[in-house]
Nanobody, 118 residues
Framework: QVQLVESGGGLVQPGGSLTLSCLAS????????MSWYRQGPGKERELVAG????????SYADSVKGRFFISRDNANNAVYLRMNSLKPEDTAVYYC???????????WGRGTQVTVSS
C-alpha cells in the first residue's frame, strides 16, 4: 500500500521558518522523483520544488527560490522542504508528490496546512 504522509505544517508569523517532512512507504522511493506542490485559497495547485531520485538535481518555482530548500533521505524514505522567510502568500496546503518517469506512476499525499499570518 502506497503512502505519502506529510507533517510539519502549522501557523507561523511572516519571516518565520518551517520544515515540512514527507515519509513514504509502499514503493521504491529511491526510484522516484519527489516534489512538493501547494494549493492556496482559491488558487490552483502549483509546483513548489522538485528533487531527482538521487538528490543531485533540484528545481524551484521562481516565487520560492532562495527561500525554500528541498532535500531527501533515501535511506529513510523521506523528503523535506525547508521554508525560510515565509510570507502570507505562502499560505497553502502543501502536498508531497512522487513520480516515476519509468512506470508513469504518480502518488500524492493528503497535504499539510501552512498558514503564514501575524
Amino acid at each position: 500500500q502506497v503512502q505519502l504522509v506529510e507533517s510539519g505544517g502549522g501557523l507561523v508569523q511572516p519571516g518565520g521558518s518551517l520544515t515540512l517532512s514527507c515519509l513514504a512507504s509502499g514503493f521504491t522511493f529511491s526510484s522516484y522523483r519527489m516534489s512538493w506542490y501547494r494549493q492556496g485559497p482559491g488558487k490552483e495547485r502549483e509546483l513548489v520544488a522538485g528533487i531527482s531520485n538521487g538528490g543531485g538535481s533540484t528545481s524551484y518555482a521562481d516565487s520560492v527560490k532562495g527561500r525554500f530548500f528541498i532535500s531527501r533521505d533515501n535511506a529513510n524514505n523521506a523528503v523535506y522542504l525547508r521554508m525560510n522567510s515565509l510570507k502570507p502568500e505562502d499560505t497553502a496546503v502543501y502536498y508531497c508528490n512522487a513520480r516515476s518517469f519509468t512506470s508513469g506512476n504518480v502518488y500524492w499525499g493528503r497535504g499539510t496546512q501552512v498558514t503564514v499570518s501575524s
